[in-house]
């Protein structure tokens, strides 16, 4: 079932079963039959730490989404809330619970299992709605970092960033420390922190002084991870506004990947039979499950997608090949090793029909003319080509009334490769969104300038192009099949973070000083000791682990770009990733974007 | 069953399945569809019933999944779910004889005996247990060893403040908030609002805090006493959201005028009043001609929604799409809205030229681009660039006379030949031809248009003329 957390070179399935120990314990407390009331964005971080017949095991006999109104009638003795910390929640648990029928017997008895954190402002909220006293157990289930991949860690904390660059709120910094501290707990003590930030000096101190308060924390195990890198979004806001052209960015930025799942438009995957349903086209979407173990995938997931297309045709080659394989089998033992490697080659098969589907898919959008223009404004401000003036594409986009989303991304983007955009600039682009899409969004535009994405240019000097010549962010003879560059993830343009990650680990920061200077936020580095034992003696030619943890999230493409360098040959480092969570434009925008519809409640 | 037994007969003798062989110039599309062909070829062959592979429901939804789960559990109560409703209504009345469980975790209680000013770790332990017991037994404490203490033990100011600035030093929100709500409960305002200036941090928790438990009042006063008075102001706007009623979120918008925004942001508070203004008068006067059903725009093209808190250039679509000839002295009039709200030349014709383009209104359309010089002689001229004019019109549809007018207007050639021979403007494409003297391609233009028609003929008349000096 998780085998793919094994694979990588940490094995995070230790990481999965600590999380999955501590949900036993914590069902097993309440005793006899149970229902979990789910908060509903919970259900897919959860899926991946838990399946049903864990909780089966644990007398959870029924499941419901959280919503207002009164609760289903199960027969059970316990009904447990799941949910995250948030207020408007709490209204809906209020709600259920003073629906809850008193004369039913037997009578249920109510839990909450917060997560990732108890929250005092919520129990205050349920007291003041005089409710809280009707909880047994009010308990946390720190489900801090979240195995997604061999290599990958997610917080899947939505609102992480706004939080951390809006409001000031440094929850999620503590949350993401905690969780660092648990890693330590199960895979040693990292002796080497660098960071560049200032959520990235808050952490650090937070993990110190966490260690420091924990006298009995000395633990003896092994470290597995040499050095930890902390980077703020904030100090590379370029990259993620960018589209990805990887084939999982591309996959992320068009249908959206939620906790390794995605939803594809059905009608490519006709079904598997005819007959099996009858001649309809299936009008559910296509949920399919996007990680490392499936073969294939792991292969061309991180590959620019111009790269994609030959992987495909070259496995439909072999997986024909094979199957003709049959009409040299003559003797009964020859049928009989092909029959034997029947279900193998099915699954390929099966593996190599979804992803001709979905590149095919792809393949229609990233065609179409406006992606082109699109891609094509995107790499000219990148590239430095006229970001100082109003672009006519931009102003196409918004008469024609494309997304707003759309036109943010752009527009932030220009901003951001122009160190802020000249007043008139600003003003009028501000101008012609407020008159199109409504002067509401005014709030929205007033986010997006307090994150530092849409600003006015202050100091008159921008220092976009000497960021990006002296890190080389932008390569012209990028090559897309057979890549020897990070910039191949965005073709051409190399994703700053990863930069900073990849000349960090040679030749370090100092010969970057002068740049790293020009970021937001102080660059540091500590050290933790290790008790002698500890200390690492490294075998020749052996590669140094570096988590690199990216506080307020980080795109598939950046993803893509540190395991590349990890597989390069003489790289000499491997990375694992963690972050707050896994972002692409579009969705980190929206999380900046003012809700304008008011609360239901 | 059996039918599959035969397939499979069939499979092992006949030499059908063959494997693709791809051509490697093919372009990746074609290698795409070639590779889908040749994987839903082997389907047949490979797929039997006993399918070992992981189960999963057509959603993609791993069987046993929670979310799976969820929706199979909730089905299977969802009927008696509907008939039991009825006994909703007693919930709350019978409520409050249920015998309340005493809490045992609440802010003034939940402190208890604690003589020196507590650390910062075990200020968190006690109000959020969070040890890092969780995942790494290690470091795991014994429940005993965490220290309740409460808040209520601190009284003086000066220990109000150590203790805040503890809960800052630990980063974790959910104390610093414990902290807050104890401070604005024993602490009088100014104070507080003081203290809160010089502590940044748990500053803007508090106007976090403030913001989601919604207390509009203390937010206000807060951010104003921090002299944030554009954040007021922007706070104070958004509350316009929450008002559905459209006259009094008018009047609440008139109020937002005189805050205090930038200067930029000033004049767009007042538009969106302006505006909104409009739409009611608009409104209140459309509803009525459609209702009574006098006016042939509205029999004809039935209103699908109300104009009320759209934005400003879909209102000037809809006035250019129900009041076009208006006169500018009528608020619905385009003319009128162009000129309030300043819209610019190209965001005007723009709009004018989707709202009457889609009426099929031709003559709105050309009168749009003609302009009069002072000897009047006319000129067609498109602050928009003609091939954008073109572009609308084809995506409503514009017949071939109406397009081809415009696509010659197009100066750039190339983008000109593009576009008409994409839209079968055949006299435009024969014409731009024939100016660049290029016989080749003209000739071989023919084969585009029909056979014995105007075209044919007008591209052989073209041909035979000895007067062209052509370049090839």
Known sequence: MAAHLSSGRVNLTALREAGRRELREFLDKCAGSKAIVWDEYLTGPFGLIAQYSLLKEHEVEKMFTLKPGRLPPADVKNIIFFVRPKLELMDIITDNVLREDRGRSPQRDFHILFVPRRSLLCEQWLKEQGVLGSFIHREQYSLDLIPFDGDLLSMESESAFKECYLESDQTSLYHAAKGLMTLQALYGTIPQIFGKGECARHVANMMIRMKREFPGSQNSIFPVFDTLLLLDRNVDLLTPLATQLTYEGLIDEIYGIQNTYVKLPPEKFAPKKQGEGGKDLPTEPKKLQLNSAEELYAEIRDKNFNAVGSVLSKKAKIISAAFEERHHAKTVGEIKQFVSQLPHMQAARSSLANHTSIAELIKDITTSEDFFDNLTVEQEFMSGIDTDKVNNYIEDCIAQKHPLIKILRLVCLQSVCNSGLKQKVLDHYKREILQTYGYEHILTLNNLEKAGLLKPQTSGRNNYPTIRKTLRLWMDDVNEQNPNDISYVYSGYAPLSVRLAQLLARPGWRSIEEVLKMLPGPHFEERQQLPTGLQKKRQHGENRVTLVFFLGGVTYAEIAALRFLSQMEDGGTEYVIATTKLINGTSWIKSLMDKLEPAPF | ?472
């Open chain 2, 1 to 472: 069953m059996s039918r599959a037994r035969a397939d499979e007969e069939e499979y092992w003798h006949s030499s059908k399945f063959r494997a693709f062989t791809f051509d490697d110039e093919d372009d990746e599309l074609s290698q795409l569809k070639e590779s889908k062909r040749a994987v839903n070829s082997l389907r047949d062959i490979v797929d039997d019933d006993d399918d070992d592979l992981e189960r999963v429901s057509w959603s993609g939804e791993p069987v046993g999944s929670i979310s799976w789960s969820i929706k199979e559990t909730a089905s299977s109560s969802t009927s008696s779910l509907e008939g039991r409703d009825s006994s909703l209504q007693k919930g709350s009345s019978s409520y409050a004889a249920f015998p309340k469980q005493v809490s045992s975790y609440s802010l003034s209680s939940l402190f208890k005996g604690r003589n020196k000013l507590p650390s910062f770790q075990s200020l968190s332990d006690a109000l959020s247990d969070t040890g890092v017991k969780n995942y790494a037994p290690e470091l795991r404490r014994p429940k005993a060893e965490y220290k309740i203490c409460s808040l209520e033990r601190f009284r003086s100011l000066q220990d109000k403040l150590v203790l805040l600035d503890e809960a800052v030093a630990g980063h974790d929100g959910n104390v610093i908030t414990a902290v807050l709500i104890f401070l604005k409960r024993t602490l009088r305002r100014e104070i507080l609002f003081r203290e809160l200036e010089v502590r940044q941090v748990a500053l803007c928790h508090l106007i976090h805090f403030l913001k989601e438990t919604g207390e509009q009042k203390l937010l206000l006063d807060l951010l104003r006493f921090l002299d944030r008075t554009e954040e007021v102001a922007l706070s104070q706007y958004r509350e316009h959201l929450n008002i559905q009623d459209v006259e009094k979120r008018r009047e609440f918008l008139k109020g937002c005028i005189g805050l205090p925004f930038s200067a930029e942001d000033t004049s767009h508070i007042q538009d969106h009043y302006t505006l909104l203004e409009r739409q009611i008068i608009i409104e209140a006067n459309d509803r009525h001609l459609e209702t009574a059903g006098q006016s042939e725009i509205f029999r004809k093209y039935p209103r699908k929604a109300s104009i009320l808190n759209m934005p400003l250039v879909t209102t000037l679509f809809y006035s250019c799409f129900y009041h076009y000839t208006e006169a500018e002295g009528t608020f619905s009039s385009p003319t009128n809205l162009k000129k309030t709200f300043k819209i610019p030349d190209k965001q005007y014709v723009l709009t004018a030229l989707a709202a009457r383009a889609k009426l099929r209104a031709w003559d709105d359309v050309d009168a749009l681009f003609t302009t009069k010089n002072w000897l009047g002689y006319t000129k067609k001229k498109a602050p928009i660039g003609f091939h954008r004019v073109v572009e609308i019109l084809q995506r409503n549809n514009a017949p071939v006379q109406v397009l081809q007018e415009y696509v010659r207007l197009v100066e750039d050639v190339e983008t000109r030949l593009n576009l008409a021979t994409k839209y079968k403007c055949h006299d435009v494409v024969i014409e731009t031809y024939k100016d660049l003297k290029d016989r080749i391609q003209l000739t071989a233009y023919k084969c585009k248009v029909e056979r014995g028609s105007a075209e044919e003929e007008k591209i052989n008349s073209i041909l035979n003329n000895m007067q062209i000096r052509w370049k090839n």
